[in-house]
C-alpha cells in the first residue's frame, strides 16, 4: 500500500485525504494547530497528528507527500523532505489524477483571477447542469471531485502560484495568466521564480488544447515562451490578434461574443478579465448567445472595487481584494480625481512606490497597520490612522460630496485580520454602521 503524508489539514487538506484514502492509500495527515474531525477521520482509517509535526513523521517513508499551498518549502518540516526528494505535490494535482472526465478552464495571474474565475463559473453554469468551480475560490477540487469520479464537470479553476509549484501531471483544456506584476516575494526566492511559476499552468498541454496570452502584457510575452498548446492572443488595443474589440464587440475571430456596452463592470482591466473569460467559456462549449446574456446580467466580485453605499452624496467602494500595488493602481486608474484611500496591513516585501502616479488622484490616504508609514513617502496628502474603522471614520470626516471613499489596501490583511474576505466585510458593516447613524 503507498503512503502519502499531508501536511496541513485545512478545507483542502481533509478532502485530499478523504479522496486519497478512498483510493487505497495510506494516509497520515499532520497539522500545526488542533483537528477538530479528528476521531471522524481516525475512523476512516487515516492516521493523525495534531497540534504540531512530530519527529517521528520523518521516520516514515512516503511515496509523496501533499502539502498545503500557503506554507512555503522554506519551513524546516517541509525542505527536510525536499531535501529526502520525496515528491511534493499540492491537492489540485492529487484531486486531478481521480477525475479523468472533468474539463478544465484554469486562471492565473496577479491580478483579476476571481473576477474571471467567477465570470467564467456564471457563462458555464448557465450553459451546462455539471458546472463548478473550485480552487482559490469556490471548494477545494478534492471536494467536488469526492464521490464524483466517474462525473463529467466543467470547472472554472482559479490557481495560485503556489498550487501550481505543486503540479505534475494536472492539464487544464483552456488556461490564462490574467497579468503579471509583483507580488508574493514574502513567499517565493525571487520575482523571476513568481513570475516563472505562473506559466507551469500549461506545461502538461498539448495541441488540443489553448492558452490565452495576454500580449498587453510585456511581462507575460517575455515568460510566455515555448507554448505547447494552441496560442489565443488577445489584446485591448490591436485587431491584428485572435481575441480583439471591434465595432462596440469583444471578437474571437470573426465570432462575436459580447457588446461591450453591456459590461457593468468599471475600468479597462475590467473588460480585458471580460474578454479572457469568455474566450474560455466559448472554447469550453459555452454558445456566444449565453455568454452575452451572462455579461448584461453580471455586477462583479465581491470586494473587487465593490459598490457598498453612498453617504452624504459619497460613494464609498470595498476593494479589499487589492493586495498588491498592481491591483491597487488598477483600482485608481478607474476613478479620475476626489480620492480619499484607505490603504495599509502587512509588510509584503514589495515597493509601494508606483502608487505614486496616482499622487494627482489622491485626495487624502488614510493609512493603517503594519506598513502605514510607507504611504507617507507615497502620496503627499496621508494621515496616519492605525486602523482600518479610524480611516474610514476620518475619511468620512473630510470627503465632500461627489468624492470617493476607496477602500484600496495594496497589501495582505494579516497584521489584523485573518484574510482580505474579512476584512472587507468587516469594512461594509462600519459603513453600514455610520450610515444608520447618520440616518437616525
Given at each position: 500500500?503507498?503512503?502519502?503524508?499531508?501536511?496541513?489539514?485545512?478545507?483542502?487538506?481533509?478532502?485530499?485525504?478523504?479522496?486519497?484514502?478512498?483510493?487505497?492509500?495510506?494516509?497520515?495527515?499532520?497539522?500545526?494547530?488542533?483537528?477538530?474531525?479528528?476521531?471522524?477521520?481516525?475512523?476512516?482509517?487515516?492516521?493523525?497528528?495534531?497540534?504540531?509535526?512530530?519527529?517521528?513523521?520523518?521516520?516514515?517513508?512516503?511515496?509523496?507527500?501533499?502539502?498545503?499551498?500557503?506554507?512555503?518549502?522554506?519551513?524546516?518540516?517541509?525542505?527536510?523532505?525536499?531535501?529526502?526528494?520525496?515528491?511534493?505535490?499540492?491537492?489540485?494535482?492529487?484531486?486531478?489524477?481521480?477525475?479523468?472526465?472533468?474539463?478544465?478552464?484554469?486562471?492565473?495571474?496577479?491580478?483579476?483571477?476571481?473576477?474571471?474565475?467567477?465570470?467564467?463559473?456564471?457563462?458555464?453554469?448557465?450553459?451546462?447542469?455539471?458546472?463548478?468551480?473550485?480552487?482559490?475560490?469556490?471548494?477545494?477540487?478534492?471536494?467536488?471531485?469526492?464521490?464524483?469520479?466517474?462525473?463529467?464537470?466543467?470547472?472554472?479553476?482559479?490557481?495560485?502560484?503556489?498550487?501550481?509549484?505543486?503540479?505534475?501531471?494536472?492539464?487544464?483544456?483552456?488556461?490564462?495568466?490574467?497579468?503579471?506584476?509583483?507580488?508574493?516575494?514574502?513567499?517565493?526566492?525571487?520575482?523571476?521564480?513568481?513570475?516563472?511559476?505562473?506559466?507551469?499552468?500549461?506545461?502538461?498541454?498539448?495541441?488540443?488544447?489553448?492558452?490565452?496570452?495576454?500580449?498587453?502584457?510585456?511581462?507575460?510575452?517575455?515568460?510566455?515562451?515555448?507554448?505547447?498548446?494552441?496560442?489565443?492572443?488577445?489584446?485591448?488595443?490591436?485587431?491584428?490578434?485572435?481575441?480583439?474589440?471591434?465595432?462596440?464587440?469583444?471578437?474571437?475571430?470573426?465570432?462575436?461574443?459580447?457588446?461591450?456596452?453591456?459590461?457593468?463592470?468599471?475600468?479597462?482591466?475590467?473588460?480585458?478579465?471580460?474578454?479572457?473569460?469568455?474566450?474560455?467559456?466559448?472554447?469550453?462549449?459555452?454558445?456566444?448567445?449565453?455568454?452575452?446574456?451572462?455579461?448584461?446580467?453580471?455586477?462583479?466580485?465581491?470586494?473587487?472595487?465593490?459598490?457598498?453605499?453612498?453617504?452624504?452624496?459619497?460613494?464609498?467602494?470595498n476593494d479589499s481584494k487589492a493586495t498588491n500595488t498592481?491591483?491597487?493602481?488598477?483600482?485608481?486608474?478607474?476613478?479620475?480625481?476626489?480620492?480619499?484611500?484607505?490603504?495599509?496591513?502587512?509588510?509584503?516585501?514589495?515597493?509601494?512606490?508606483?502608487?505614486?502616479?496616482?499622487?494627482?488622484?489622491?485626495?487624502?490616504?488614510?493609512?493603517?497597520?503594519?506598513?502605514?508609514?510607507?504611504?507617507?513617502?507615497?502620496?503627499?496628502?496621508?494621515?496616519?490612522?492605525?486602523?482600518?474603522?479610524?480611516?474610514?471614520?476620518?475619511?468620512?470626516?473630510?470627503?465632500?460630496?461627489?468624492?470617493?471613499?476607496?477602500?484600496?489596501?495594496?497589501?495582505?490583511?494579516?497584521?489584523?485580520?485573518k484574510n482580505y474576505e474579512v476584512r472587507g466585510q468587516?469594512?461594509?458593516?462600519?459603513?453600514?454602521?455610520?450610515?444608520?447613524?447618520?440616518?437616525?
Amino acid at each position: 500500500m503507498k503512503q502519502v503524508l499531508l501536511i496541513g489539514a485545512a478545507r483542502s487538506g481533509i478532502n485530499a485525504a478523504k479522496l486519497l484514502n478512498n483510493h487505497g492509500y495510506h494516509v497520515v495527515l499532520t497539522d500545526q494547530n488542533k483537528i477538530e474531525n479528528k476521531e471522524e477521520l481516525e475512523t476512516l482509517g487515516i492516521e493523525v497528528f495534531d497540534q504540531g509535526h512530530p519527529d517521528c513523521l520523518k521516520e516514515k517513508e512516503y511515496d509523496f507527500v501533499v502539502k498545503n499551498p500557503g506554507i512555503p518549502y522554506r519551513v524546516p518540516f517541509i525542505a527536510y523532505f525536499l531535501e529526502k526528494k520525496v515528491p511534493i505535490y499540492t491537492e489540485i494535482e492529487t484531486a486531478f489524477w481521480f477525475a479523468p472526465k472533468f474539463s478544465y478552464g484554469a486562471i492565473t495571474g496577479t491580478d483579476g483571477k476571481t473576477t474571471v474565475t467567477t465570470l467564467l463559473y456564471e457563462m458555464l453554469k448557465a450553459q451546462f447542469s455539471d458546472a463548478k468551480v473550485a480552487g482559490n475560490i469556490g471548494v477545494p477540487l478534492s471536494e467536488i471531485v469526492l464521490g464524483n469520479e466517474e462525473q463529467t464537470a466543467h470547472v472554472a479553476l482559479e490557481l495560485s502560484n503556489f498550487q501550481l509549484l505543486g503540479i505534475e501531471k494536472f492539464r487544464p483544456h483552456v488556461s490564462v495568466v490574467t497579468n503579471l506584476a509583483p507580488d508574493h516575494l514574502d513567499y517565493m526566492n525571487s520575482l523571476e521564480d513568481y513570475y516563472a511559476s505562473k506559466f507551469k499552468i500549461y506545461e502538461n498541454c498539448d495541441e488540443n488544447d489553448f492558452f490565452i496570452r495576454n500580449v498587453d502584457d510585456p511581462t507575460i510575452i517575455e515568460y510566455a515562451q515555448n507554448i505547447p498548446c494552441q496560442v489565443i492572443d488577445c489584446s485591448l488595443n490591436r485587431q491584428d490578434v485572435a481575441l480583439h474589440i471591434q465595432d462596440g464587440f469583444v471578437c474571437l475571430h470573426d465570432i462575436q461574443l459580447f457588446c461591450i456596452s453591456d459590461l457593468k463592470l468599471v475600468g479597462q482591466f475590467n473588460l480585458m478579465n471580460a474578454m479572457q473569460a469568455a474566450c474560455i467559456a466559448y472554447l469550453l462549449g459555452v454558445n456566444p448567445e449565453t455568454i452575452q446574456h451572462v455579461i448584461e446580467d453580471f455586477k462583479g466580485v465581491e470586494h473587487r472595487i465593490e459598490y457598498v453605499d453612498t453617504i452624504r452624496g459619497v460613494r464609498i467602494y470595498n476593494d479589499s481584494k487589492a493586495t498588491n500595488t498592481h491591483s491597487a493602481m488598477a483600482a485608481l486608474s478607474s476613478f479620475e480625481s476626489g480620492v480619499h484611500l484607505l490603504a495599509g496591513g502587512k509588510d509584503k516585501g514589495i515597493d509601494y512606490s508606483e502608487l505614486k502616479q496616482y499622487d494627482d488622484r489622491v485626495k487624502t490616504c488614510y493609512a493603517f497597520g503594519q506598513i502605514e508609514h510607507v504611504f507617507e513617502d507615497v502620496f503627499s496628502r496621508t494621515e496616519i490612522c492605525h486602523t482600518m474603522e479610524c480611516a474610514l471614520n476620518r475619511a468620512l470626516e473630510q470627503a465632500n460630496e461627489g468624492e470617493v471613499i476607496l477602500l484600496c489596501p495594496a497589501t495582505s490583511s494579516f497584521d489584523q485580520f485573518k484574510n482580505y474576505e474579512v476584512r472587507g466585510q468587516i469594512f461594509k458593516e462600519l459603513v453600514k454602521k455610520q450610515a444608520e447613524k447618520i440616518e437616525s
